[in-house]
């Protein structure tokens, strides 16, 4: 077997998704030596959410990036309407926020990603290598001094004065870290499919609440990129009926789905992606930091993970990009990271938590045809609908850029 490859760097980084992208770019562009490595050999996959939000936007503003990031193919939501029990309601309105793009940005993740590391190579410190999993870290007198990785042409090893792991809610780096995990239990998991579109299906991304079962569309161009929530565990029940029985439960939330749900002609077509909502007690050690879903896996309610694992690689670089520039960090500044981006996951986790135990259960709730008090507000106040778009939109500590441009 021949010799692993070795690289030293500043900064080395697990995973090339929303949080190690952007901790990437940004520390790249504060002039850190910085590797991003990622398992996949694209960014191409079914099951990222595809969510910008405004809080995303004013970041991309305060890069300068925000006119080219707009002419990528996107649709934008300026209030977020859904279907609850029948009934149309708004739930968020986003057009009064502090922010010069008040929408959410719907770009498919890959373009989003495809965008972000196409600007960080315009950085000489930054580098990326796909197709690069890791599957060990490397430590010395228990301090984290880089990562082991397997890569087609061998093995990998990069040694740096830090380690990020940003490698999402099934994260190696936390585990072989040896963090400890708080996990709070979900009662969903998502069933997640592809219905093809047609003209004259509504215009946006729709969410079908109905008695405390949800059907999400979200329109990928040419077909409807589906979840529908279920009972956590629930796959197996439901595969027990028959698929056209299945079928037709989804065109009781989407009448217009209606022919078109026969294209689920076979389980294989349906894929079941588990929730989980956790966090680490501890989001670092000597030589390591996690951050992004590695730290705390989000459910999908909301749609706000993506968003929370950018502002986590914005403190990042604002807290770390001036030190690590002329030599390592100490655990001390690393929890910096920590105590800025914890409580705003604390209450976002517990909002998630709270709507899946009582809003979003995936089993049939005994009422019937009314609206949730809370929606009616919702209906009948306009003015309400600011609060659940800030909370969405912006979230509750959003980070704004601050580490140093050096050109
Ligand atoms: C069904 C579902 C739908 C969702 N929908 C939305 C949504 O619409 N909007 C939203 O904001 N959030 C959504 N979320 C949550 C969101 O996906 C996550 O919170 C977000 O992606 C976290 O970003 P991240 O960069 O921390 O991790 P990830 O996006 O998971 O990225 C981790 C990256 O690391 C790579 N990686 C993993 N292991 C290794 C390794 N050993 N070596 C190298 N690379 C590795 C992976 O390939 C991946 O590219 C959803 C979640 C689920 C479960």
């Not at 880089?146 to 940003?166: C, M, N, Q, S, W």
């Not at 219905?195 to 990928?220: A, M």
């Not at 993506?306 to 403190?315: G, P, R, S, T």
């Amino acid at each position: 077997m021949s010799a692993p490859e070795k690289l030293q760097t500043r900064c080395v980084i697990v995973g090339g998704g929303p949080a190690g992208m952007m901790a990437g770019y940004l520390l790249a562009r504060a002039c850190v030596p910085v590797i991003v490595l990622e398992k996949h050999a694209d960014f191409f996959r079914d099951f990222r959410g595809d969510t910008i939000h405004p809080s995303t936007l004013e970041l991309m503003h305060e890069l300068g990036l925000l006119d080219e990031f707009l002419k990528q193919p996107h649709q934008e939501l300026r209030e977020l309407r859904a279907v609850v029990n029948g009934q149309r309601v708004p739930v968020a309105d986003f057009t009064k926020l502090p922010t010069h793009c008040k929408f959410i940005a719907f770009m498919p993740q890959w373009d989003f990603l495809n965008f972000l590391s196409s600007h960080a190579k315009r950085f000489q410190t930054f580098q990326l290598y796909m197709e690069t999993e890791v599957v060990d870290l490397l430590i010395e007198d228990s301090r984290v001094v880089g990562v082991r990785a397997k890569t087609p042409r061998g093995e990998l090893e990069v040694r740096a004065d830090l380690v990020i792991g940003a490698d999402g809610r099934h994260s190696i780096v936390h585990t072989r870290g040896g963090f400890k995990q708080c996990e709070f239990g979900v009662p969903i998991d998502v069933l997640w499919m592809r219905i093809s579109k047609k003209q004259g299906d509504p215009k946006q991304t729709l969410g079908f609440f109905q008695h405390g079962k949800l059907l999400v569309l979200l329109d990928r161009d040419d077909y409807w990129q589906c979840g529908f929530v279920i009972p956590k565990g629930g796959f197996d029940e439901i595969k027990a009926r028959t698929l056209p029985e299945f079928q037709n439960e989804l065109v009781s939330f989407a009448d217009f789905l209606r022919g078109r749900v026969a294209e689920l002609d076979d389980w294989s077509k349906i894929k079941l992606l588990t929730v989980q909502i956790n966090r680490l007690r501890d989001w670092c050690r000597e030589g390591l930091l996690c951050i992004g879903d590695s730290a705390h896996a989000m459910s999908p309610a909301g749609g706000v993970g993506i968003n929370l694992a950018i502002q986590d690689a914005v403190a990042t670089a604002n807290l770390l990009a001036e030190k690590l520039r002329s030599g390592p960090v100490s655990v001390d500044d690393l929890r910096k990271v920590q105590t800025r981006r914890e409580w705003p996951t604390r209450l976002i986790q517990g909002m998630q938590v709270f709507i899946h135990r009582r809003v979003v259960t995936g089993r049939a709730s005994g009422r019937r045809n009314s609206l949730p008090f809370v929606v009616r507000l919702l209906k009948w106040f306009p003015v309400l609908r600011q609060l659940p778009a800030r909370f969405i939109g912006l979230g509750p500590r959003p980070e704004h850029f601050r580490s140093p441009t050096v050109t």
